[in-house]
């Protein structure tokens, strides 16, 4: 369950909402936050990832381009 989406990050561009499921990225069924945090890693920033994910009962996907969090730059 998403628990926090940053301001003006990709998340946030795309509508996610602190409280949504994710359920896949890109067919791939997520299960679990390691299996989500795993799918991301496998991508690369500039990448484009379709997100599965249920708000109020209702499953929907959105697509997102994937960046460099700031923490994460070498």
């Given at each position: 369950m998403?628990?926090?989406v940053e301001p003006e990050s990709p998340a946030a561009e795309?509508?996610?909402e602190s409280g949504?499921?994710?359920v896949?990225?890109?067919?791939?069924?997520?299960?679990?936050?390691?299996?989500l945090v795993g799918q991301v890693r496998?991508?690369?920033?500039?990448d484009e990832a379709t997100?599965?994910?249920?708000?109020?009962?209702e499953r929907a996907e959105?697509?997102?381009t994937l960046v460099t969090?700031?923490?994460?730059?070498g």
């Amino acid at each position: 369950m998403v628990t926090q989406v940053e301001p003006e990050s990709p998340a946030a561009e795309v509508g996610l909402e602190s409280g949504d499921l994710i359920v896949g990225i890109d067919d791939e069924p997520i299960t679990s936050s390691t299996a989500l945090v795993g799918q991301v890693r496998e991508r690369g920033a500039g990448d484009e990832a379709t997100i599965a994910y249920i708000r109020d009962g209702e499953r929907a996907e959105v697509t997102v381009t994937l960046v460099t969090r700031p923490d994460e730059e070498g």
